[in-house]
């Protein structure tokens, strides 16, 4: 049975999703995530990038055992709900897909994003069927644990340095029709591009990420229609930059 504190987090998290839009800053550790407690936010999410970098890792070499004890750790850091960065499951398989997603949720997390990528240059995006099939996979995952568990669905397209609108509006339609609570598209930027997205998906919510090279104010983001706005990796990114330039001088 979902602990009351983890399913009042995951329902004020869905809430959230209903109407307006907000900021879901993603920190990389509980120090971090306390910061942005302090400073009001109402959510926040794990970044896969920011967590492996103080791993002295690469995104994208950690392990599916060490992912859940951020994922559990970052849980239990703040009274927030928070969003797991969970890569693409973790798995091969459908039924790995399922494997993990199951005990991403024990975590404790609110949302769970599913990406389509491999990791693979040569070929970084799977199939759209194989796609679905591991949305679906997830979705079931969760509403075997209860389903208060928002599923995120991503299409990698634009992030992989494949930026084909067409293909992305047909992986995220097909990824809400696979039980996807919100969608996500990493790497869109133009007003144009974020319109499409989320007059493709409606009405589910759509996520879209914000560096700090965009012109896009919150409210305009809000205007187009966006659900929320996550950060990715950049908060890490900014900590480190102000790290390196101090150790630098002082070197």
Request: net charge negative.
């Amino acid at each position: 049975m979902t602990p009351p504190c983890v399913s009042q987090k995951r329902a004020a998290f869905r809430e959230l999703h209903r109407s307006g839009c907000f900021v879901l800053p993603n920190p990389w550790d509980a120090g971090s995530a306390k910061i942005l407690a302090g400073l009001g936010f109402k959510a926040l999410a794990t970044t896969s990038s920011g967590y492996a970098w103080s791993c002295g890792r690469a995104d994208g070499q950690l392990s599916r055992a060490e992912t859940l004890a951020h994922m559990r750790a970052m849980v239990d850091a703040t009274g927030l709900p928070v969003n797991a960065d969970f890569e693409s499951g973790f798995a091969e398989t459908a039924d790995g897909v399922t494997e993990s997603v199951g005990l991403a949720v024990e975590t404790g997390v609110a949302g769970i994003s599913i990406e389509d990528s491999t990791g693979d240059p040569n070929k970084p995006l799977r199939a759209i069927g194989e796609s679905v099939e591991r949305i679906r996979a997830a979705r079931a995952a969760i509403d075997a644990k209860g389903g208060d568990t928002l599923l995120v669905g991503r299409a990698e397209n634009f992030f992989v340095g494949r930026p084909d609108l067409d293909d992305t509006l047909l992986r995220l339609t097909a990824y809400a029709d696979a039980g996807a609570d919100c969608l996500y598209a990493p790497g869109i930027k133009t007003r144009d591009e974020i319109r499409a997205v989320v007059s493709a998906v409606a009405p589910e919510p759509v996520n879209v990420l914000i560096g700090w090279d965009s012109d896009l104010s919150v409210q305009d983001l809000a205007d187009l229609g966006v659900r929320r706005i996550s950060l990715g990796g950049a908060l890490a990114r900014a900590a480190w930059g102000g790290f390196m330039q101090a150790a630098r001088s002082i070197a």
